[in-house]
């Protein structure tokens, strides 16, 4: 599931709307809107207020790529 998708089911879960999700973390309602629809490119930071609203963790997966010439 990708992050627009996770944020969007888990606000539902929560019965928070859009407008209480923007309320709640301090974000924009354009911003809330904009990454529901997989728009944009958001910071972490604001991945980050999101999800603590939202009860949720951030998991950073970094995965090693080796260039061989």
Known sequence: MNLQNTIKKRRKTLSLSQNDL?????LSLATIKSIERGKGNPSITTVSRIMD?????????????IIEE
């Open 53 to 65: 609203v939202l009860g949720m963790e951030i998991i950073y997966r970094v995965r090693n790529t």
């Open 22 to 26: 923007s309320e709640m973390s301090g």
